[in-house]
């Protein structure tokens, strides 16, 4: 593919994206890993220069290298136009999955290589800061997402609209339900013009009236040839929404086919362990 | 780095936000709001001349100018790095949550400090006036010692950021470390009395001068107080000494900036 570009290099630069069936998205063997000793508890200086020189004295013997592998050798390619639906248990690597096609986690190994401009929806956080007003935190995101404040003015009406919360839009985020603050967080991500759009499982806090909004949603994108990639631990969701469907496990793609028999795989086999 | 510096520079306009927020959020909530950048150098420059002029004997009124000066070039430091240090905590969310380049943290937040500075160097005018130095054709050359001590700012905030996300306890050691940087630097004495002193010591003397701020505050001093350039070994150690900082920070930041948003 001599036309994608590294992720670290051109992640939401608005690539000129040559008109043909050709990959939007192309993890290959991506590996990723959270050093333990991290998060094990709050780093201080004096724990580092105690295990720095107690490992100075056990030299050649190196006990802080416990890696936990989110992925474990990832390859996918996802499709423009595709609506990709992620499955899998919980710590299967999804979330960790989404992160690294944004260019928010860096893979230890292998390669990411994704085409246009990126947005993401990614916690029911969605990166607001919930003593601001909505309207202040979608022109905030819209900056970092790489909108001018002026194609954002033109856009804040369609965005509320969707988001459909009216008035509160003035209101701080944090005055907001959780099924409010998932609409608006889509909203946003769906109306930043970008190429491809990665959302994590927070639509399900939305009401049926928004879900049957977001299935109209991600047929007009996949029409545009947009991609989407949409975490979901709702088969219904996912056979609604979605034109194909890879199956995660312990960080590996375990299966990769239409939704409805990836749906029916999966339940098959969460119903035999439980 | 070099290729996320350039992905700022494409997005200039996540840069402004975060300065804007920045700015925004040191001043916003003050009753004084932004008079605060200009008044609190101000006082500071009082209080110091009250406690240490005084023990500098035969020190003129003009000598608050040259406190003043020290104490804005210092502040710019000062409030850089520490701030520095805090960021990438402050913002955790958006970067877990939004890809955007992380470099942009570091730089608004000099950019928001170098506003202040900027502010400083205005209040800096009147009252060079008052203290019988106005303002000659020597104050054009100012903004290349700011650079000097932008680029010098700009690597050591990149390492407190860096350095920042993983020990908290970072701030403690900045609070100390700068205060002791501070008073090893001429702001509330002259370079001349360092040299006085140390006149039989002269390797003594040069280790007081192998402080790249010393340089820096030279080159303000000469040409606010003594309309002239600084000597040309203080201009050279300066620019060298702040890109080596500067080289040293692109690199630490660059090493980890792969690795923050695993480890906010």
């Known amino acids: 593919m001599p036309s994608t570009s590294e992720i670290q290099g051109a992640r939401g630069l608005g690539q000129d994206v040559p008109p043909s069936v050709d990959p939007a998205i192309v993890l290959e063997d991506v590996w990723l890993g959270f050093r333990l000793r991290f998060y094990r508890k709050r780093l201080t200086l004096r724990g580092t220069a105690i295990s720095a020189v107690s490992s100075l004295l056990r030299r050649g013997r190196r006990k802080d290298t416990e890696i936990f592998w989110a992925l474990r050798g990832v390859d996918l390619t996802v499709n423009r136009g595709d609506v990709l639906g992620v499955v899998g248990a919980n710590g299967a690597g999804k979330s960790t999955l989404l992160r690294v096609m944004a260019g928010i986690y860096m893979p230890d190994r292998g390669r990411v290589h994704t085409k246009g401009r990126i947005s993401t929806l990614l916690s029911f956080g969605a990166g607001f800061d919930l003593r601001r007003p909505g309207r202040e935190n979608v022109y905030n995101n819209g900056v970092l997402l790489g909108m001018t404040k002026q194609q954002i003015e033109e856009r804040i009406e369609a965005i509320v609209e969707m988001a459909g919360i009216g008035d509160f839009i003035d209101a701080p985020v944090m005055t907001y339900s959780a099924g409010m603050r998932a609409r608006l967080g889509f909203s946003v991500a769906v109306n930043v013009d970008s190429d491809i759009v990665l959302i994590d499982e927070v639509l399900g806090a939305g009401d049926e009236k928004f879900r049957r909004r977001v299935g109209t949603i991600f047929d007009q994108m996949a029409h545009e040839d947009k991609t989407v990639v949409y975490v979901t631990h709702s088969m219904e969701a996912m056979t609604r929404y979605c034109t194909r469907a890879v199956w995660m496990e312990e960080g590996k793609v375990h299966a990769e086919g239409p939704p409805a028999q990836i749906a029916e795989a999966y339940v098959a086999a969460a119903k035999g362990k439980a | ?264």
């Open chain 2, 1 to 264: 780095m070099l290729r996320t510096t350039r992905e700022v520079w494409l997005k200039r306009a996540i840069l402004w936000h975060f300065v804007n927020v920045l700015l925004s959020s040191s001043y916003r909530t003050r009753a004084l709001g932004f008079g605060w950048a200009l008044l609190d150098p101000l006082l500071f420059m009082g209080v110091y001349y009250l406690v240490f002029g005084k023990l500098i004997a035969n020190r003129p009124p003009s000598f608050m100018l040259h406190i003043y000066v020290g104490v804005i070039a210092f502040r710019f430091l000062n409030t850089s790095v520490s701030q520095g240090a805090g960021i990438l905590r402050g913002q955790g969310g958006l970067i877990r949550d939004i890809p955007f380049p992380k470099t942009a943290l570091p730089l608004a937040t000099v950019t928001a400090r170098l506003f202040d500075f900027a502010a400083g160097w205005l209040v800096a005018i009147p009252l060079a006036v008052v203290f019988g130095h106005p303002p000659t054709v020597w104050w054009m050359l100012i903004p290349l010692f700011v650079l000097m001590q932008a680029l010098l700012v700009t690597g050591l905030t990149l390492i407190t950021t860096y350095v920042g996300l993983f020990f908290a306890d970072i701030q403690n050691i900045l609070n100390v470390g700068l205060r002791l940087w501070f008073y090893m630097t001429p702001v509330l004495y002259p370079l001349s009395l360092v040299q006085r002193r140390t006149a039989n010591y002269p390797h003594l003397y040069y280790a007081y001068l192998s402080n790249p701020m010393t340089s820096v505050l030279r080159g303000y001093q000469s040409l606010v107080l003594e309309r002239n350039l600084p000597e040309v070994g203080f201009i050279l150690y300066g620019i060298a000494a702040s890109v080596a900082v500067l080289v040293l920070g692109v690199l630490v930041f660059s090493r980890g900036e792969g690795q923050i948003a695993k480890y906010i």
